[in-house]
């Protein structure tokens, strides 16, 4: 049933391009969208912390999310610990580290839903932490294995004890005619059971080989595959392929609400870009098989928020910031956000961003989408 499903959200494509032909069989080519075509928009660092407390940030998350009180939640994976801050950055309570009930040793990914609570997945305990919109600890959750596969996140679907499980196949690592893929997994918390399964292309890895031996694996950079968000309010998820031009809504049962067709900038890989990666491969092995595994033109982005009927896309041209992608739900792109080069974006609220530094500075800067709303 998942491999049908998924062959069904691939067909959406052709049917939406199917749509723009005219009488005569040729498709209307949309005008290549530029960066110079878009609004520019830059946010201002309201403040910048470096520890909350006595904790001193080491290795920070990659996701932090606003409770309904107004403070904030990411994790340090090195500590490990998950930090609870006020909306002025000072520090509230910590989760800490440990393998009894509500304790966690490395669980960086929060989802939030429709009343507040939220959810994340701790990979080192194998278990599901449910905590309330103060961030008190409500229930742990032990899910038994799935085949070869992690849980990365969470997602509460409306009934009680249903989810859809993130989860990321290992199969590519020992069998050649596996690709890396995404499986979203119905799951039971009452039962501990799992239902259908739905498989995204997932960015891919390049193996790195040595007699015949896999010895490790690296991302291959801008190339594509799926990325993921979810709307709580709707409990949907959308799926952008970003090797197409369309962001599917899909509910928790597989079916699709909604497709959005996209006009994304992209480009293809600089000089400069490869003379980058290069220098960042310690194995001349290693970064053989990336540049052999290089797409020709750039997937258009890498990460992908929603929040409140507004896409942030996290574009992959070359640029001297870290520019995002403001697009609506009619897919038109409104405005470009910059950030500071090196940094990710890790929540969008009304008033303000969440943005990691880097491995040891958080900070929120003012959102100005809103401001010009």
Request: glycine share 6%; net charge negative; proline share 4%.
């Amino acid at each position: 049933m998942g491999y049908l499903k998924n062959r069904m959200m691939m067909g959406l494509g052709m049917i939406c391009t199917g749509l723009l032909m005219g009488c005569s069989g040729q498709t209307a080519e949309p005008k290549p969208l530029t960066i110079e075509d878009i609004e520019a928009l830059n946010p201002k660092q309201i403040w910048s912390i470096d520890h909350a407390g006595d904790l001193y940030f080491s290795h920070l998350g990659y996701e932090s999310e606003v409770l309904e009180n107004g403070n904030i939640v990411f994790a340090d994976r090195q500590l490990p610990a998950i930090v609870v801050i006020s909306e002025n950055g000072e520090y509230v309570k910590h989760v800490r580290s440990g393998r009894g009930p509500g304790e966690i040793q490395d669980a960086y990914f929060f989802t939030k839903d429709r009343t507040g609570n939220i959810y994340t997945y701790d990979q080192n305990n194998d278990k599901i932490l449910t905590y309330d919109k103060e961030f008190d600890h409500v229930s742990d959750i032990i899910p038994k294995e799935y085949e070869s596969n992690g849980i990365l996140k969470v997602f509460p679907m409306g009934e009680e004890n249903e989810y859809l499980l993130q989860m990321s196949s290992s199969e590519y690592l020992w069998d050649e005619s596996k690709q890396r893929q995404i499986n979203l997994v119905q799951y039971n918390s009452e039962n501990n059971t799992f239902g259908e399964v739905l498989a995204l292309n997932a960015q891919p890895y390049a193996l790195l080989k040595i007699d015949g031996n896999v010895m490790g694996a690296s991302k291959v950079p801008y190339a594509p595959g799926n990325i993921i968000s979810y709307d709580f309010r709707n409990n949907s998820l959308f799926t952008y392929d970003t090797g197409s031009d369309l962001i599917a809504e899909i509910d928790a049962d597989f079916d699709t609400l909604n497709t959005i067709s996209l006009n994304l900038p992209t480009e293809e890989i600089s000089t400069t870009e490869l003379d980058s990666m290069e220098a960042s491969y310690d194995m001349e092995e290693q970064w053989k098989t990336i540049k052999e595994a290089l797409p020709e033109d750039k997937a258009p982005a890498d990460k992908m928020i929603y929040h409140k009927g507004i896409f942030w896309l996290k574009s992959n041209m070359e640029a001297k910031t870290e520019m995002w992608l403001v697009v609506n739900e009619e897919g038109v792109v409104r405005n470009v956000v910059h950030l500071p080069k090196e940094s990710m974006l890790t929540h969008i609220d009304d008033d303000h961003l969440g943005v990691r530094m880097n491995d040891v500075t958080f900070a929120l800067f003012t959102n100005p989408v809103s401001e010009t709303e």
